[in-house]
């Protein structure tokens, strides 16, 4: 029975998926807890635990992909927070300009009407598999992964074909499962300490 146990641990190790090595579809979703916001309060996984579906979106200041989605980000939220979708931004970049202070001046300059948490010790950013900014996540009413990756096709508003976290969201509203379960994210790689 041990020999099993060993194997089954193997194959769910080898089965994360494409694009993340750390999860796959339907795991659940990594918990946080006591991450400060850019509202000095400590926020947790469980504090969205009446959303009908979680966002989550590693994003961060610096980066020019993640600038250029923030717009995005805001109308999303505006779009689905009537419908029971929650929206959470986490930073883990320890550089200078992605610090809590610098989130602060971001959100407020920009207008964030979502939670901006900053986790400096970047362990859940290790444990989603996050590697750019921004890297999207979108949970179930079961906190498991429903789809991982790019919040949609191209940097450039005008040329997206493709609303992955969109689309994702509407199918886990309506009951169904996401038409598109992962895909390669792209942006600034993420600037984890002792890597």
Do not use: W
Not at 99 to 117: Q, S, T, V
């Amino acid at each position: 029975m041990l020999a099993i146990s060993g194997l089954l641990s193997f194959a769910t190790v080898a089965l994360a998926g494409k694009y993340n090595k750390k999860l796959n579809i339907g795991d659940p979703a990594p918990t946080f807890r006591g991450l400060v916001g850019i509202d000095d309060k400590t926020h947790s996984l469980d504090d969205y635990r009446d959303a009908k579906v979680v966002v989550i979106c590693f994003t961060c200041n610096h980066c020019p992909v993640a600038v250029a989605y923030e717009d995005r980000f805001i109308q999303f939220v505006k779009d689905y927070k009537d419908k029971g979708v929650a929206f959470v931004a986490i930073n883990v970049n320890t550089i200078r300009a992605d610090r809590l202070d610098k989130m602060k001046e971001r959100a407020e300059k920009k207008g964030f009407n979502f939670d901006y948490l900053y986790d400096p010790s970047q362990k859940i950013g290790r444990a989603y598999g996050a590697t750019v900014t921004p890297h999207l996540f979108v949970l179930d009413g079961q906190r498991r992964i429903a789809y991982m990756g790019a919040f949609d096709d191209s940097k450039n508003p005008n040329r997206v074909k493709h609303h992955y976290v969109k689309d994702a969201v509407d199918a886990l509203l309506a009951g169904q499962t996401p038409p598109v379960t992962e895909t390669r994210q792209f942006g600034c790689s993420i600037k984890y300490e002792g890597r």
